[in-house]
């Protein structure tokens, strides 16, 4: 497996989990300024700390693989948990997108149109930064 490529996919993985913490901070930020029901904030509330929550487990699973490659040359054992770890931060990515999709069909559903551009918003960007990271795991 090769190195360049690892290290790449963790600095792309790294940058989606930090965009997600950005974009959280703009979600609370803006989310008092919009009028809407006590349910529909207490909802985007969760999904922000859904998305807190998964930008730690990720932080803390991109640490941990780069140990592993930094205590040990890359052998098929190792190439084995170093895919097993980046498919858990893929699926963490991928979980909390499904959430954002479900919370923003949902909005649309209520015709919340400021609530759900404000969450479609983030959501699109934190897709984009998930693209890259998906996109280079094609190569492993």
Known sequence: MEESLINRIILEARNCA?????????????????????ELRREIENMCSTLIGTKHEVLTELFELKEVIDSAEISKKTDEIIRR????????????????????????????????????????????????????????
């Open 18 to 38: 930090l965009l997600m913490q950005d974009q959280v901070e703009y979600i609370q930020q803006e989310l008092f300024e919009i009028e809407s029901t006590e």
């Open 85 to 140: 770890r980046i498919k858990h931060i893929v699926n963490c990515f991928h979980n909390d997108i499904e959430k954002m999709h479900q919370l923003v069909t949902q909005l649309q559903q209520r015709n919340h149109s400021l609530l759900c551009s404000l969450v479609s918003a983030s959501s699109t960007n934190i897709i984009m930064a998930f693209t890259r990271v998906a996109d280079l795991t094609d190569f492993l």
